[in-house]
């Protein structure tokens, strides 16, 4: 069984920063690439960012890119998404998802598990 379990998210400012967590069973962590997607109210699905089992290679949305920050703790089972200078347009439901084939793509369909979801609310 594959358990994704997101927290960390809340309301914050404009210009702040969270930091987001997601807890995974060890099935999960072992080899599988990990991700954030968000989801915003009226929208689809988008990928926010990734990172392969090693922690060597990430991948991140130009929307993001130099203020958001993944990384994982393969010995805690955990991956994080360090959010810095947020913006009212980041508000949305954060999703961790995990890829078996460990490829940190940017593709929303090819991740196969996914967690319940995190709101992360920004306001102006």
């Known amino acids: 069984q594959v358990q994704l379990v997101e927290s960390g998210g809340g309301l914050v400012q404009a210009g702040g920063s969270l930091r987001l967590s997601c807890a995974a069973s060890k099935r999960t962590f072992s080899t599988y690439a990990m991700a954030w997607l968000r989801q915003a109210p009226g929208k689809e699905r988008e990928f926010v960012a990734a990172i392969t089992w090693s922690g060597r290679t990430t991948n991140y949305a130009d929307s993001v890119k130099g203020r958001f920050t993944i990384s994982r703790d393969n010995a805690k089972d955990t991956v994080f998404l360090q959010m810095n200078t947020l913006k009212p347009e980041d508000t949305a439901v954060y999703y961790c998802?995990?890829?078996?084939?460990?490829?940190?793509?940017?593709?929303?369909?090819?991740?196969?598990?996914w967690g319940q979801g995190t709101q992360v609310t920004v306001s102006s």
């Open positions: 998802a995990a890829d078996p084939l460990n490829r940190a793509t940017p593709l929303v369909y090819e991740y196969n598990y």
